[in-house]
């Protein structure tokens, strides 16, 4: 009793901030009490100044005076040897569970009891840990819904499971309405569960883990598309700039042969107007003493004056000079406007060729039609020694494979392929794709495959299963096969094989290149995984399948005629 008594006493005198018992105590106007300094640093963060418990409101902020009655108070109070107050982070908050067993201000519980269906703190779960009579009871992680254990009709803990209503029942509902029903105890039922549960996660963190290898394919195509921009609009810019500067120079150019051009033929000009000028001069001297000599007098004086004076030179400039105000230099307008007409149309022609029409996040434009407009998408495809049959050699960096007739000295590996004489590329393809095989020899399989494809058995060649497909290349025909079936395709013989992937639109065609392109077999589908190319080769010795290097077209095409133009 008294203890209890002492109970409340701390708990009268302690601050309801810090829990702890009161430290230079001070009063509000509202009759609550807190330590002088947690109310203030209370305040400090408020713009409002209200009483923490009653939420009663002040203005202006008060000033508080320490209580000295309160503090003497606390100080006997200490005094009577109080044990230490729990700490703080022990108290039950709003989202805790209290301890069932508290008194006054309750304890957080540590475990919950499923046969008492009642919560401890670590004080009163002592009983459960050291008297054997509670040493069969079921200790779980504290919980706020233990009366959901209890069977509302029967008040009696529900331990059995019934499978025919899907619901946990006590034993009285097991031979009352449940009778004749499938049950079983409820631990059976979860561990049966429990299984579901693992597969299920299992299941979860498999679509997580493919997730997220899409998200990565995803991040590395945003990175690719970044990086091929940025490449894109630095070489623009660049390219754009030869451009500007060639047209600035072609400028001047033509600037200075006009201004040289003028400058001659003013020259020219201004010197024939200064003879002409001369000889007016000459001219107006002349008139001037004829008419003097016209006026005399002296008959003699005439006659001996007149043939000197009537004697004339002959003009020094043409009486052609033809007059062509503003025109001098038109032929000179009229080349330039030609020019520019030419490149206005080149790039207007050209310039679908410059603009990017779409990117591989978009839908895919029309598959090319051109081999150009193929090796846009060039892929440099090596082959991963890894996969390679033990027959193969591989050479020229990786993309040759050579059959041997007889094994090789590889090391053992789970991606080699162990059946047939095939091998996969080290590169996965995705997007839109472009690559061309070279073959020699015998029979050679071109085709494309998942990763997981099996590396041993019949079902692992090319074409014979549901996760690859291949043309066939024979000496004298071509046939496509995929899933074992196999389906005969027409069309020129040609020892290169062109291979056009659109990975997004599902699409995979197969060309016979030679000094033109000809589509041999399409394949419409859904890839869901990113794919590899590889070749299966006839095991005649010799026989060679090559992966070419393909070199793509300038970026810009007919305007790289702009560099060619003259004046």
Not at 83 to 88: G, T
Not at 265 to 293: F, G, M, N, T, Y
Request: glycine fraction near 4%; charged fraction near 25%; proline fraction near 4%.
């Amino acid at each position: 009793m008294a203890q209890k008594g002492v109970q409340l006493e701390r708990e009268t005198f302690s601050c309801s901030i810090c829990l702890d018992l009161l430290k230079d105590p001070v009063t509000t106007s509202c009759g609550h009490s807190y330590c002088m300094k947690c109310i203030q640093q209370h305040w400090d963060g408020e713009l409002i100044h209200s009483c923490p418990q009653c939420r009663q409101r002040f203005t202006p902020r008060p000033v508080l005076l320490k209580n000295t009655m309160l503090a003497a108070l606390v100080e006997e109070l200490k005094k009577t040897g109080l044990p230490p107050a729990p700490a703080d982070h022990c108290y039950a908050g709003a989202e805790d569970v209290a301890c069932d067993v508290c008194t006054g201000r309750k304890l957080r519980a540590c475990k919950s009891c499923l046969v008492c269906l009642a919560s401890y703190c670590d004080k009163h779960l002592q009983g459960h840990n050291e008297l054997p009579v509670f040493k069969k009871h079921k200790l779980v992680e504290p919980s706020k819904k233990l009366q959901e254990n209890i069977c509302s009709r029967h008040d009696e803990v529900m331990k059995l499971f019934c499978r025919t209503d899907q619901q946990c029942i006590c034993s009285l509902c097991s031979v009352d309405e449940h009778k004749g029903h499938d049950t079983v105890s409820a631990a059976a039922e979860r561990t049966e569960r429990q299984r579901e549960l693992e597969g299920s996660r299992l299941n979860i963190q498999q679509r997580i883990q493919d997730g997220e290898k899409e998200v990565k394919l995803l991040q590395q195509e945003v990175e690719a598309l970044n990086g091929s921009a940025d490449k894109a609009v630095e070489d623009s810019e660049k390219m754009f700039n030869e451009l500007i500067r060639l047209m600035e120079k072609r400028s001047s150019d033509v600037k200075q042969q006009v201004r040289s051009q003028q400058k001659r033929e003013v020259s020219r000009v201004k010197e024939l107007q200064e003879k002409l000028e001369q000889e007016i001069s000459v001219l107006k001297r002349r008139d001037a003493e004829l008419k003097l000599l016209s006026h005399t007098e002296d008959h003699n004086q005439f006659l001996h004056s007149y043939p000197s004076l009537s004697a004339l030179s002959e003009p020094t400039h043409s009486s052609s000079i033809n007059i062509r105000p503003l025109s001098y230099f038109e032929d000179v307008t009229a080349a330039l406007s030609a020019v520019r007409d030419k490149l206005q149309d080149v790039l207007r022609e050209e310039w679908t060729n410059v603009s990017p029409t779409e990117v591989e996040v978009l839908p895919s434009a029309a598959e090319p039609t051109t081999r150009a407009g193929f090796l846009q998408y060039s892929q440099e495809i090596t082959l991963d020694p890894n996969t390679a049959h033990t027959w193969l050699v591989l050479s020229e960096g990786s993309r040759k494979a050579t059959n041997m007739g007889q094994q090789q000295s590889y090391s053992s590996h789970p991606d080699r392929s162990t059946y047939y004489s095939q091998v996969l590329s080290r590169e996965s393809l995705t997007g839109r794709c472009y690559w061309e095989v070279e073959q020699r020899g015998a029979a050679v399989y071109v085709a494309v495959a998942y990763k997981n494809i099996s590396r041993a058995g019949i079902e692992s060649l090319f074409g014979h299963n549901d996760k690859s497909w291949s043309l066939d290349c024979d000496q004298n025909s071509y046939s496509f096969r995929y899933n074992r079936i196999s389906t005969p395709v027409s069309g020129p013989q040609s020892s290169r094989v062109g291979v056009y992937l659109d990975h997004r639109a599902g699409i995979l065609s197969f060309y016979s290149v030679s000094e033109t392109m000809t589509l041999l077999h399409r394949v419409q589908t859904t890839f869901t995984q990113p794919l590899h190319a590889g070749v299966w080769l006839y095991q005649t010795y010799g026989t060679t399948a090559e992966f070419c290097k393909l070199k793509k077209p300038e970026v810009i095409g007919g305007a790289l005629l702009l560099l060619k133009l003259t004046v």
